[in-house]
T-cell receptor, first 109, second 114 residues
Framework: GQNIDQPTEMTATEGAIVQINCTYQ??????LFWYQQHAGEAPTFLSY??LDGLEEKGRFSSFLSRSKGYSYLLLKELQMKDSASYLC??????????WGAGTKLIIKP | DAMVIQNPRYQVTQFGKPVTLSCSQT?????MYWYQQKSSQAPKLLFH???????NEADTPDNFQSRRPNTSFCFLDIRSPGLGDAAMYLC?????????????FGPGTRLTVL
């Protein structure tokens, strides 16, 4: 079967750095997405990786290792508004998105 | 601004009473998706349209139907809602289904079944 694993919940301090990991086992790979979802709202697109390495976008960076089936989302200079769930999704060989359940990130002052 | 719009944002229905959720987009995207998401769970794809080509997920209950009368609009019909159908329903669009095509979501409709 296809599977995406992420930690259920993480806590971090305002101003700090946090890394959210995602491991996947899917039938094929055609890219990995990270979305941010605030409580009661829709997911919003953060990043896309299809090649190995680090993609940086302001305070957020996303890393991919296809050989290890592994990605992480790195959030720097954390702000209270970063409190949200972060969902990892992988596009499989059928170009369907396989979603993780999300990691709830709690930011403390 | 180009966007994905869902109406209503909150919908309350009674057990067994049919309900229709709507989605519209101004992105001129070819693909439209309907997802069901329950609290702290991954979004679950119900079906999607590539243009007028309808694709139903194998485990989507028959109770759920969809219509896409034109490029801009897509509807989700729940024929006889049960208590287990209470969830957030998310509409998403993408230009295509290629490697770099990203899905963009509407704000969602939260369905309550009494």
């Amino acid at each position: 079967g296809q599977n995406i694993d992420q930690p259920t919940e993480m806590t971090a301090t305002e101003g700090a750095i946090v890394q959210i990991n995602c491991t996947y086992q899917t039938s094929g790979f055609n890219g990995l997405f990270w979305y941010q979802q605030h409580a009661g709202e829709a997911p919003t697109f953060l990043s896309y990786n299809v090649l190995d390495g680090l993609e940086e976008k302001g305070r957020f960076s996303s890393f991919l290792s296809r050989s290890k089936g592994y990605s992480y989302l790195l959030l720097k200079e954390l702000q209270m508004k970063d409190s949200a769930s972060y969902l990892c999704a992988v596009r499989d060989s059928n170009y369907q998105l396989i979603w993780g359940a999300g990691t709830k990130l709690i930011i403390k002052p | 601004d180009a966007m994905v719009i869902q109406n209503p944002r909150y919908q309350v229905t009674q057990f067994g009473k049919p309900v229709t959720l709507s989605c519209s987009q101004t992105l001129n995207h070819n693909v439209m998706y309907w997802y069901q998401q329950k609290s702290s769970q991954a979004p679950k794809l119900l079906f999607h349209y590539y243009d007028k080509d309808f694709n139903n997920e194998a485990d989507t209950p028959d109770n759920f139907q969809s219509r896409r009368p034109n490029t801009s609009f897509c509807f989700l019909d729940i024929r006889s809602p049960g208590l287990g159908d209470a969830a957030m329903y998310l509409c998403a669009t993408s230009k295509g289904q290629g490697d770099t095509d990203t899905q963009y979501f509407g704000p969602g409709t939260r369905l309550t079944v009494l």
